[in-house]
């Protein structure tokens, strides 16, 4: 069964580091997003991608964030320098084109730490 | 705008006995409204969705929700529960709003469930 996949499942890094997070979402779907959860948080939206720009973003997808479709298989999320209070997980979803009642596909996460 | 609240942060049954995990939302316009659950070191699994087609929805390994649009609430249910299905259980809504919604989704804050024998 097609899955969503995410590397590295850690990243430790320091702050003030730029870290990339890698996904490869599922090959036919057309919608990718963005997520994080901080520790005993809501899971919240970061951003959402269609047709290789961004279609919509939160008010946490500051100018530190940017995404990227760099071929037909990945999509990355860069922090260019990372706050303490960018440790969280986040996840990668994607879907199928059409309406959004059509089901988001999630990665199993990336577990980013900022010391 | 939308916001999702889930009332419990934890809930404990014991084996075979219902499920019941409270989800209540606000939205601006027609709600298009999931549950997902995450094992441990998983992902979010769709467990169902509500499209403003029957209003009774079932969902895999047995749970179902209803949705109530007097009580804006789509509480998850289950008669009887086994160990696997001690999770998280997170409730989100998306907007259905035609071509504006590129399917944002907003979600609760999750409610832990621990099934003890």
């Known amino acids: 069964e097609p899955e969503v996949t995410q590397t590295p499942s850690h990243q430790v890094t320091q702050m003030g580091q730029e870290v990339i997070l890698r996904c490869v979402p599922i090959s036919n779907h057309l919608y990718f997003y963005w997520y994080r959860q901080i520790l005993g948080q809501k899971v919240e939206f970061l951003v959402s991608f269609y047709n290789n720009e961004i279609s919509e973003k939160s008010e946490i997808f500051d100018d530190q964030f940017s995404v990227e479709r760099p071929d037909g298989s990945n999509f990355t999320l860069k922090i260019r320098s990372t706050k303490l209070e960018d440790s969280a997980m986040y996840f990668c979803?994607?879907?199928?084109?059409?309406?959004?009642?059509?089901?988001?596909?999630f990665g199993p996460g990336t577990r980013l730490t900022v010391l | 705008a939308q916001s999702v609240t889930q009332l419990g942060s934890h809930v404990s049954v014991s084996e075979g006995a219902l499920v019941l995990l409270r989800c209540n939302y606000s939205s601006s316009v027609p709600p298009y409204l999931f549950w997902y659950v995450q094992y441990p070191n998983q992902g979010l699994q769709l467990l169902l969705k509500y499209t403003s087609a029957a209003t009774l929805v079932k969902g895999i390994n047995g749970f179902e929700a209803e949705f109530k649009k007097s009580e804006t609430s789509f509480h998850l249910t289950k008669p009887s529960a086994h160990m696997s299905d001690a999770a998280e259980y997170f409730c989100a809504v998306s907007a259905n709003a035609g071509g504006t919604s590129y399917g944002k989704l907003t979600f609760g804050q999750g409610t832990i469930l621990t099934v003890h024998p």
């Open positions: 979803a994607s879907r199928v084109a059409g309406g959004s009642f059509n089901e988001q596909f």
